[in-house]
Structure formats: C-alpha cells, structure tokens
C-alpha cells in the first residue's frame, strides 16, 4: 500500500485501476471464476445442443417451484449484503453486523434448501452416475425421462454453484467475526466490500443457472 | 540415415495435391528459414564487441516493422486460401461410384467389412476381415470409419490419409488409390497399451483381382 | 467507489425489479408461446437481471470505466468457444 | 479472502525465524528460489524420463541398463536385464510431457521470473498480497507430490498422454492405469489453484503497484510479458479445471461427459483441453520472449528496436491465441469448415512472431554485441524458435497437417519451441538473473561449455525428428520397428537416442556450475550488466523490501548507448542531468481513498 514506505511518503504509485489493491484483486479473481463457470455452463450448452432427447422439459425432472423461491432467498442475501456495506459505509457497527448476519442466514438456508432438493432428486432416480440413471417424471410415473448427461451435468453446475455458496457463507462468517471485534469502520472496511463482491457474483451466476437449468 | 526432406512416394489421387503444397510450405519456409538465420548469423559477427564502440542508438523504424508485418500476412494469409481447396475436396466432397467399406477400429486391431459380391453393405454376403484393407485400383472408396471402444487414427501414410475413428461416430474418408501393390495401415492415436502394434495392410488390386478376390472370399466364407 | 459522492445506489428498487423479473420469467417458462421464443424470452431476462447485479449490487455503474472494460473482458472468451464448439453438431 | 491479506508486511525489521525465511515465507525472492529449486528437480526427472524413453525407441526390446530397479509393473526381468514393457512406456511419454510442461519449464517461466521480477521491475516492495504468493507456491507442492506419487501405485502413472483423451482416459479399463490417472487429474487441479493464486496476484501487482513514473511504456518487456502471460492463465487455466473435474468424475463416480458408450462427447474434452492448451503454449513462450528481449537489448547495449511493436505484437498473440486451438483437431472429425477457418486464423497468428522475430533481429543489427552466456542462449531462442515456429506453417496448413499429424513432426516441433525456446530463455534468465538471485555470478568458462554442448546435440536430438516424421513415423509409439516401414528409419531413431544421452549427460554441466556458484561463485555487485531496469539499482541480492526508498522512473527501460549519457547506459531512475527530462515525471494523481487500505 502507498503509506507502508515511510520514507517515500510524497512519492505517489502510477495511477493503476483507480481501485484499491484489494478490490481489484477480487475483480480479477472473479474474471477466473467467469471462466470456470463458461467452462461447466458451456459444457452443459453444447452437450444438451448436441444430444437435445438426453434432456427434460422444464418442471418434468426438478421441481421449479421450490427452486424458485430459492432464487427469491438468494436475491434477497444480495440485498442484505449490499445493506450491510452501505451500514459500514455510514459507520453503522450494529446494521454492519445485523444485515451481515441476516446474509449468513439466507446463503445457509439457500444451501439447505439445495440439500434437500439433491436429497429428494436422488430418491427419484434422478443421479449424475451413468450407469445407475432413471430420472422419474414428476407426473408421468415410471417412465425415465432424459438420459445420464441430464443428470451429470446438472449436478455438475449446481453442486459447483452450491459450493461457492458454502465457501462464500464460510467467508461471511469470518467477516462477521471480525466485524464484532469492530474491525471495519466508515473508512475501512475494504474486507466487507469484496466480500460483497464474491456474493453477488454467486448471485449473479445463479441467476443464469436457475434460468438455463431450470426454466429452459 | 535417411536425412531427406522429400515425402515418401505418394499412391492416391489427391496425395500430389497434398505434396505440392508440403513443397510450397517447404520452400517458402526454407527461404525465410535461411535469410533469418543468416542475418542472424551475420549480426553476431559483425557487431561483435569493440572496445571503444558504441551501439547505433535507435527506438526502431515504423516503416520497416509494416514491412514485416504485412509481408508475412500475405504470404500467410495466401497460402491458407492456396491451400483450403484440397481440404474441402479431401475431407467433405465425397466422391460417387465408390466402393463402400467399414472400418471399425477396436484395442488393438482394425475389422474392415466388404459389401460382398452383391456390392451393397448390410446384406448377408457382407464379410469382415482383420487388418487387412483390400481396395481396387483407380475406383474412388469410401472407408466408413467407426471405433468401439476408444479414440484410434485410420493411417494410410502412402496415400496421405489421415483420420480419427471415434467411438459412437461414424465418419466416411474417401481415397482412391493410382497403384497395386502392398502398402501400410497405422494407428495413430494413443489408443492404449498396443497401440504402437495396431498396424495393418493395404492390398490394392487391379479391379479384375478385386473382383476376384471378393468372389473368392464371398464363397469361402459360405463354406 | 471513488467517493462516497454518489446518493445511496436504488438497491431497494432493484430488489424489487429482480422479483419480479424472476417471477415472470417462472409464467413466461410455462407459458404456451412457441418454445423458441420462451428461450429468447428467458435468456434475455436472465441477462437482464446479471447486468442490473452486476451494475448495482458490485457497484459496476460507480467504478472507473476501465474497470468496467476488465470485467467484460472474459464474456468474448464465453462466446467464441460456445458457438464454435456448437457447431461440430450443426 | 476477507482479511487484511492485501496488506504487505512492509519492513520488518527484526530477523524472522528459519521457518518464517526459507519455507513460509512471503517474500517474494524467496518465492522464486523456492520455484527455481522446485522446477529444477522436476526438469531433471523429465529429462531423466525422456532418457528412459529415448532408450526404448533407440534400442527396442533390448534391456534397459539399470532397468533392473523397477518393479515388475513397470519392466519385463529376462536373464540379460530388464526390458521396458508398453505400459510404461506410455506412463512415461504422459508423466515426461506433463512433467515437463506444468512442473518445469511453466514454474520456471512464471513461478520463479514471475515473483523474481515483476516487483523489481515496477518497483514495488513486494507482490501485493504476499500471503497468498505462498500459498500459491505451497500448492505446487502438493500437486507434485501427487504427480510423481502415480509411479508407485498400482496400475503405474497416467498413461493416455498429456492430452489425455476421452474415453481412453476416462477408465482404466482402457489403460491399465487406475488410480494414476486420478492422481494426475487431481495434481493438475491442485497445480491450476497454485497457477490462478499466482496470476491473479501479478496482474493486481502490475496494475497497481508501479513506481510513480512507471508508465505502461516504461514497462521493462519480461514484465510486459508476464502480465500477459498472467492474463492467459487467469483465463485458460479454469477452462482446463472444469474440464479435469469433469473427467475426474467420470473416472471416479461414473459420470458420463466424455464417455461415448454412454451418450457423452468425447470430442467435447479435446475441444475444452484444447482452447486451455493452445494459450497454454504462449504461456510457455511469451515469458520466454520477455526475457529474450531484455538480455538481447542489453548484451547489445542497444535499445529494443520497436517496443511498442514488441508490446503489441505479444497483445496480440494473446488475443489470436484465443481463437486457433482447432488447429490441434484438424484430423478429430471435426467439422471440415471450422478446419479451414483454423487453419486461417493459425497463420494469422504466425504474423506477430515474425513481428518479434524481425526486431530481435533490429536489435541486433549495429549492436555492440557482448558474448556472455545469457546472450549466447538468448540468440539461441531466437534462431531455434525460427525453426519451431516455421514447423509450424507446416501442420497450420490443413492438408499438410492430414500427413504430419500425430508423428515426430510434431515432436520435433514442440521440441523446438519448448527446448529451443522456452528452455533455452529460461538458461539465458537463470544465468542473467543468479547475481540478483544469490549476490554471486555464475562460472562464464563453464557456462559456455555448457552452452555448446546443448546446442549442439539438441540439434542431434530434435532436427532428424523432422526426418523421422517426413518417413511417417507416428508419435508415443512404445516399439518403432513394430511397423515394416518404419525399420528403415531405426538407425536414425538409434542416432536421435544416443545424442539425446549425451545431451542429458551434458546438463550436468548446468547444475555443477550452479550449485559451484552458489556458494564459490565470484560475489556480485549490485549491476553487474550495467543494465537499466529497477532491479538493479538495489544490492544483489535484494533486502526485505526491495527499495530503500520508493523509485522514480524517468525514462524507457532500453536507453542503452544514448547521447545523453558518457556511459552506454541509462538507469530508469536516474534523474536526467543537464537536459529536462525528455518525458517529465508524472504529475502525481490523487488516489481513491482505500477502504481496506488501513487495515
Ligand atoms: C511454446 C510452445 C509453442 C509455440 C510458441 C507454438 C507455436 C506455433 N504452433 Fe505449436 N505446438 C506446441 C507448442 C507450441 N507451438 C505443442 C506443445 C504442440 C503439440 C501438442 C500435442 O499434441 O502434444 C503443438 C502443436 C501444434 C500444431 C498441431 C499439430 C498436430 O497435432 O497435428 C499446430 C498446427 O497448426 C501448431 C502450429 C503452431 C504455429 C503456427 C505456431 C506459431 O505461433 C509459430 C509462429 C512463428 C514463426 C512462424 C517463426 C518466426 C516467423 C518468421 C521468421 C517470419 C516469417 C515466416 C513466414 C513468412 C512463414 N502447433
Ligand atoms: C519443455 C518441455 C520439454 C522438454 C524440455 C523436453 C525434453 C526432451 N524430450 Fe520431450 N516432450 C515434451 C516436452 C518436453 N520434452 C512433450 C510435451 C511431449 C509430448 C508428450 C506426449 O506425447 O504426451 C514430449 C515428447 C517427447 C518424445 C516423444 C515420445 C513419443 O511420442 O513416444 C520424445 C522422444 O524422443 C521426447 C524426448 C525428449 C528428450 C530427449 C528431451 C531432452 O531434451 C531432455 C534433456 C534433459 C533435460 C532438459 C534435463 C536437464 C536438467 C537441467 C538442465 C537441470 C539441472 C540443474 C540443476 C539440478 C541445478 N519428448
Ligand atoms: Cu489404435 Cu493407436
Ligand atoms: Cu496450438
């Protein structure tokens, strides 16, 4: 950082991002999480592309509506997450804590909801192993509907997607601890603001998944 | 030692093509390849240390690097188009009046099934051989290439083909060959522990032989 | 942030548009339009919603444009290896 | 991530323990050497694999001299020796081509000159986030702890090539390789965090941590190049993780990606594997080229010619590197128009090398030429990477590539381009670069016997592969003389294996001098090469944060032999005498207040 060289104190650093260090780092790390995710979503485009009959109409295999209002769960996170910057932004300790709380609850929900959804999917033959695949329809019984990448590949995306949740709820955590040992405040408090970052990127890329798993 | 940069002689139709541009590629990256390394050569020498002397001191000359932007570009861009040609013609125009074959690929050996005397593939009197490729000369054949289990590459390299035999594809390769006579069948994919013993032959007969030699193999399968 | 200049960024409202773009595109999913445009529909919400997250929520809009430039940089990458790669099935 | 990682540790000024020093350390020279002596081992298990290689095809069937120290997996025991048996092989074609491509020359290229120079150059007291810097470096070791762990479980190491394809490489029903195929794909993912801890630091670094007066400009190329590089890898390397992941799964629970028996696409993982791997090799180029500049310009005492063409030229690499990689799957069945479309843009892409190549050349002409080590493996990489880079038109072209695809052709190619080049910059950066590494210069008499002797029988070695290849002779083929045809060209396979031993031999050379250096070598002063770049205005080797004081950077890193100096050098930092300063030093901006920055 520019002040950590006493002696150089007038000498400024090139103008670089314009951003502070630690925000353009999580930037450019997102720009690799971006690949990844182009990786496994691309995947899933040209394999379903490529054999279309492997694949289910939306609502036959997973069950859109309560995946829906996990969509709305999430959202809402994103929504706290940005009150709570906008509460250390003004210096507010106590909203800080609160709204970073209220996103623990909502990311470990939505992660819970994500458990549950697997555990329900598996018991219906609905599982990304080849070999043992025979996704039931919903309403149509017993016929087995869509083929084994149906299930490799959604398992694939989600179960990514579900880990960076639980990583990014780990991480709250963590910002929450250090957050009641006061160690943000109105004019530090860049750890709340990339945190912010990485959850509304998981956001974001959730907001493309639920679309193209789950309504396309 | 065998130091040449010649291509082995080449029996199919379309090999000359092929060879005709390698030579192009071989001569227009011959000469690039001398004039560099000559200059090189010539730099190191003669600015070699001096006591006493200084560098030329430049930044560059903008005019020289279009040159040698948009010289090579050129050369570049046109051999490309020279080239795409023999491509289209080789992998996507499939010829008519050919002999059909299939050419399945599994660890470590090629199956190749003929269409009988009846000349249509899928019929009763359709015969499967193991490594051995028998064709007619100066007819065009289409190889229906397939595989079982794993990625194989169907090498003809007298006849300049090359093709990948994917498992659950089936991909056609056309060739016509211009000479009888014995020739060699390769894999050349990775494929697993025997790949580097997955040869075969090609046997390429007058079109009365083949005749023949499918009339022969038809009644000796029906034993 | 540059300063903390600017007022409050809307995030209630984007909340708000964010809900109820999710639930459209829930009856737009199951509605009896021809599949073709369900699909263009979709996509073009979701992408609307990814931008409004992108732009509000990461603070995208108050950035110095430069940073703008590096984050869009990875989406050609997305596209050019999905449409070429699409093609081998075409 | 949360944390205060972002802040260096500044001065400190009290000694840190040994624990603190050589191994968890933070800083970033010490990083460097801790990748230097990493990949160095790894680089000589390559080279020892390859001999082993080298062996079999020069003397198929006979036994393996000291062939006898392998377990029967790997050797077939007979009364004469022990003969090499094909599946292993294939486990060494796969661990020498993965060895040497993610565990020697890419940590050297980007762990060791990436963390040695980039803070140097720009002037920056360290990485900016030096913690995640050792983590980065502390992944690697895992992952290659994995990698060579694949030899002593069951089945043997990984064997479908370092490419390795779908479906052979999903089951080891195809190989015989189980468990060390799993744990090469687990290494590789392991060695891709470790790669994407450290590009996403360098870019952060480059950006934001330049020395007031640092311009874009000013930029001395091995950084420009790194910053490049670094780019590719933030971009390429998580493209290969999904994929590795993906096979992975259907290696170990049974997915069906790639697995056509049961509705997958293998063509799929070629298509994935591929558009990480063609950036891949400019990852293992572009840092090389870097250095080649700077050591070519300053041996030269010249300035670069056309450094913003160089600049440029590498963006550019970079940006076509994106759209060429079918250019590896033109006999895939893929579809035979996206072949041609291939083909056009992987010719396009040769026009920025002859770009670098041409003013490596101007930088030369009319030079002051100082035949020291470094330059003469620098001059090295330009003359081989001519060689590689033409073998490339040859397989670019569609037609062509029909015959030389999958034979020695390309071996000799890759060789080339990764030896020749690649290997031969990183000679030419580890002997410019020991002073400021270790304060001690490395034996000039031994270097250059050194460097004879590779050049010379690394020609040996890889110039009649092209031969070989022309004669048809396919690649990681375990037994050449298996094929009739192929009979005539074992003398030559014999006279590539012998030279090969020998060129193995002479590395010895190599690490003789530079383990003799390290301690006896002659002790260095602070520039030794009278070179301009920032890293050399502070002792050799560099202290605990770098620069006494923040540099200023007043001019381009080439002002060699300039008028407006007696001397044939110019510092960045040197304030300019008489005249005023050609560019005059930056206004200084005000930065953003930093939210995290207190911390
Ligand atoms: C450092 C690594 C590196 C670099 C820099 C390159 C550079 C190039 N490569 Fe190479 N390549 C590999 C590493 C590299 N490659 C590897 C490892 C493989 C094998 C992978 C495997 O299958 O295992 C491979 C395989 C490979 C193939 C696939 C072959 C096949 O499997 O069938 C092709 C085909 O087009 C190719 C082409 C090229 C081209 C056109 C360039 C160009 O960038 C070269 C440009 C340079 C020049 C052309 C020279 C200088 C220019 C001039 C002097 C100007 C004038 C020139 C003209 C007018 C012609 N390479
Ligand atoms: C940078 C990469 C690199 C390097 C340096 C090498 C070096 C060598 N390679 Fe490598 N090779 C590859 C990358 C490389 N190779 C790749 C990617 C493949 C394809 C794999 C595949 O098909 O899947 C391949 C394949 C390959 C084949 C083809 C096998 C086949 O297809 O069947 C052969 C055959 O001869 C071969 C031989 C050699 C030889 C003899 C060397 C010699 O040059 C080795 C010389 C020895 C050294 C370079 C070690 C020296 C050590 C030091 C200098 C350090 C000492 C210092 C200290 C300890 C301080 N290689
Ligand atoms: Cu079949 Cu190699
Ligand atoms: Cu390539």
């Known amino acids: 950082m520019m002040t950590t060289q006493a002696a150089t104190i007038d000498r400024v650093r090139e103008e670089g991002s314009g951003v502070y260090t630690l925000k353009l780092g999580m930037w450019i790390f997102l720009l690799s999480e971006v690949m990844f995710f182009t990786g496994l979503i691309g995947s899933y485009i040209i394999l379903r592309f490529a054999h279309p009959t492997d694949f289910a109409d939306p609502g036959q295999v997973l069950n859109v509506q309560l995946t829906a209002f996990n969509t709305f769960v999430l959202i809402c996170s994103s929504v706290t997450m940005v009150k709570a910057f906008a509460a250390i932004e003004q210096g507010d300790q106590v909203g800080l804590k609160r709204w970073l709380l209220a996103t623990i609850i909502l990311g470990a929900f939505f992660v819970g909801v994500q458990v549950v959804e697997y555990i329900a999917l598996t018991s219906e033959g609905f599982v990304p192993m080849a070999e043992a695949y025979a996704a039931l329809g919903r309403e149509h019984g017993t016929t087995v509907i869509g083929g084994p990448l149906y299930g490799a590949t959604f398992y694939m995306m989600t179960g990514f997607h579900g880990t960076h949740v639980t990583i990014g709820v780990l991480c709250l955590m963590f910002t929450y601890w250090r957050a009641r040992q006061g160690k943000y405040t109105a004019t530090s408090h860049g750890g709340v603001e990339i945190m912010g970052l990485y959850w509304h990127f998981v956001d974001l890329v959730w907001i493309l998944l639920f679309t193209i798993v789950y309504l396309i | 030692m065998n130091w040449s940069w010649l291509l082995p002689e080449s029996v199919s139709t379309f090999g000359p093509d092929i060879d005709r541009i390698y030579y192009v590629v071989l001569w227009i990256t011959g000469i690039t390849f001398v004039l560099t390394e000559a200059l090189l050569l010539y730099f190191l020498l003669r600015y070699r240390h001096k006591e006493g002397r200084k560098a030329h001191y430049t930044h560059g000359n903008n005019r020289l690097e279009i040159v040698w932007t948009v010289v090579p570009a050129i050369i570049l861009l046109g051999l490309a188009f020279t080239s795409k040609g023999v491509w289209a013609r080789v992998k996507s125009e499939l010829p008519s009046g050919a002999v059909e074959l299939v050419v399945e690929a599994k660890q470590f050996e090629w199956n190749i099934t003929y269409p009988g005397a009846d000349g249509t593939l899928g019929t009763d009197d359709d015969f499967t051989k193991r490594n051995e490729l028998h064709i007619p000369v100066n007819q065009p054949v289409i190889v229906n290439l397939r595989a079982e289990d794993v990625i194989h590459s169907f090498f003809l390299p007298e006849f300049r083909v090359k093709q990948d035999a994917l498992p659950g594809k089936n991909i056609p390769v056309w060739f016509e060959a211009t000479e009888t006579g014995e020739f060699t069948l390769a894999c050349a994919e990775l494929c697993g522990i025997g790949h580097y013993r997955m040869g075969g032959r090609v046997i390429v007969h007058s079109a009365a032989d083949y005749e023949a030699w499918i009339q022969t193999e038809v009644a000796g399968g029906q034993q | 942030m540059s300063t903390s200049e600017h007022k409050q960024p809307p995030y209630m409202t984007v909340w708000a548009v964010l809900f109820v773009l999710t639930i459209g595109e829930v009856f737009f999913a199951f509605s009896s339009v021809p599949k073709r445009w369900i699909v263009i529909g979709l996509v073009l919400m979701a992408i609307w919603k990814a931008v409004l997250v992108a732009m509000y929520y990461m603070h995208l809009r108050f950035e110095p444009k430069r940073m703008w430039i590096l984050a869009m940089s990875p989406l050609p990458l997305a596209v050019i290896l999905v449409v070429v790669v699409i093609q081998e099935w075409r | ?599």
Do not use: C
């Open chain 4, 1 to 599: 991530m949360t944390g205060g990682t972002g802040v260096p540790d500044g001065h400190d000024h009290e000694e840190p323990s040994f624990i603190r020093k050589y191994i968890f350390s933070t800083d970033h020279k010490m990083i460097a050497r801790q990748f230097l002596f990493q990949s160095l081992f790894f680089l000589v298990i390559g080279g020892l694999l390859a001999a082993m290689m080298r062996w079999q095809l020069g003397f198929p069937g006979q036994p393996m001299p000291g062939g006898g120290i392998f377990p029967d997996a790997m050797v077939a025991p007979t009364p004469e020796g022990a003969i090499m048996l094909p599946e292993f092989y294939n486990s060494l074609v796969t661990m020498h081509g993965t060895i040497m491509i993610f565990f020697a020359i890419m940590p050297l290229l980007v762990g060791l000159f990436g963390n040695l120079l980039i803070p140097l150059q720009i002037g920056a007291e360290d990485m900016a986030f030096p913690r995640l810097n050792m983590v980065s470096f502390w992944l690697a070791v895992p992952a290659g702890i994995l990698m060579l762990a694949g030899f002593a479980v069951e089945g043997g190491a990984a064997g479908a090539g370092w490419t390795s394809y779908a479906p052979l490489s999903t089951s080891g029903e195809w190989t015989g390789v189980y468990l060390g195929q799993q744990l090469w794909l687990a290494s590789l993912t392991i060695l891709g965090f470790s790669s994407l801890a450290g590009a996403v630091n360098y870019i952060t670094t480059i950006i934001n941590m330049r020395a007031p007066g640092m311009t874009w400009f000013r930029i001395p190329l091995p950084t420009w190049s790194l910053f490049i590089t670094a780019i590719l890898i933030l971009l390429a390397i998580p493209i290969l993780a999904g994929a590795l992941i993906m096979l992975l799964f259907d290696q170990t629970i049974g997915t069906g990606f790639f697995r056509p028996d049961v509705g997958g696409e293998p063509i799929l993982w070629q298509h994935l594997f591929w558009f990480f791997g063609h950036p891949e090799v400019y990852i293992l180029i572009l840092p090389g080229m870097g250095i080649v500049s700077e050591v070519i310009s300053n041996r030269s005492r010249k300035p670069i010619f056309g450094y913003h063409a160089m600049v440029l030229a590498m963006i550019s690499i970079a940006f076509l590197g994106w759209i060429v990689w079918g250019h590896h799957m033109f006999q895939s069945g893929m579809n035979p128009l996206l072949g041609t479309s291939f083909m056009i843009s992987t010719m396009a892409i040769a026009v920025p090398s002859a770009i670098k190549t041409f003013n490596w050349l101007g930088t030369l002409w009319r030079g002051n030429i100082h035949y020291d080590t470094p330059l003469l493996h620098a001059v090295a990489f330009v003359s081989m990477f001519i060689i590689g880079g033409l073998s490339g038109i040859f397989m670019a072209n569609t037609p062509v590539d029909m015959y030389l695809h999958d034979t020695y052709f390309i071996v000799a190619h890759i060789h080339y381009v990764l030896f020749g080049g690649s290997l031969f910059a990183i000679f030419a950066g580890i002997t410019f670069w020991f002073p400021k590494m270790f304060g001690r210069m490395m034996n000039e008499t031994l270097g250059k016997v050194h460097f004879a002797l590779t050049f010379v029988f690394y020609n040996m070695v890889f110039f009649p592969m092209h031969n070989l290849g022309l004669g048809g002779m396919m690649r990681r083929l375990y037994d050449p003389t298996e094929y009739e045809f192929l009979q005539t060209l074992q003398p030559m396979n014999k006279f590539v294996s012998i030279s090969a031993f020998l060129l193995v031999g002479t590395q010895v050379l190599f690490a003789f001098n530079f383990f003799w250096s390290l301690f006896r070598g002659r002790k260095a002063t602070a520039n030794p090469w009278n070179s301009n770049t920032l890293e050399w205005t502070v002792p050799s080797p560099p202290p605990h944060g770098n620069f006494a004081e923040m540099p200023v950077v007043y001019r381009g890193p080439y002002e060699y032999s300039s008028p407006e100096t007696d001397d044939d050098y110019y510092p960045q930092n040197v304030p300019p005498r008489e005249h005023p300063p050609v560019a005059p030093a930056p206004a200084p901006f005000t930065p953003s207040p930093e939210p995290g920055g207190a911390e």
